[in-house]
Nanobody
Framework: QVQLVESGGGFGQVGGSLRLSCAAS????????MGWHRQVEGQQRRFVAI???????IYTDAVQGRFTIRRDNEKNTIELKMDNLKPEDTGVYYC?????????WGQGIMVTVSS
């Protein structure tokens, strides 16, 4: 089992910045990819960003150029730097990781962007 713990988030202002972090622990073999998804109340969880083990990154169009995902393979951690925040960035952000074909999720952390 792999456990994911998110930190950071909270309240941000339009045009401002926030940072999310996620740390993986437990019976880790070799995490293939780690990422972030966002869920707004009443809606499905949606993909935000992902980083592969080789460092390749993929972003959803809505955050491309504003968010940056980074990874430390030795520490099994990722970070999401969120810049130029918009109200639509509000939601619960879930960290995800895939290890040996199994998908794992964190508990989620709230991000609220207000003007």
């Amino acid at each position: 089992q792999v456990q994911l713990v998110e930190s950071g988030g909270g309240f941000g202002q339009v045009g401002g910045s926030l940072r999310l972090s996620c740390a993986a622990s437990g019976e880790i073999f070799e995490i293939a990819d780690m990422g972030w998804h966002r869920q707004v109340e009443g809606q499905q969880r949606r993909f935000v960003a992902i980083i592969l083990r080789d460092g390749k990154t993929i972003y959803t169009d809505a955050v491309q150029g504003r968010f940056t995902i980074r990874r430390d393979n030795e520490k099994n951690t990722i970070e999401l730097k969120m810049d130029n925040l918009k109200p639509e960035d509000t939601g619960v952000y879930y960290c995800s990781a895939r290890d040996r074909g199994e998908a794992y999720w964190g508990q989620g952390i709230m991000v609220t962007v207000s003007s």
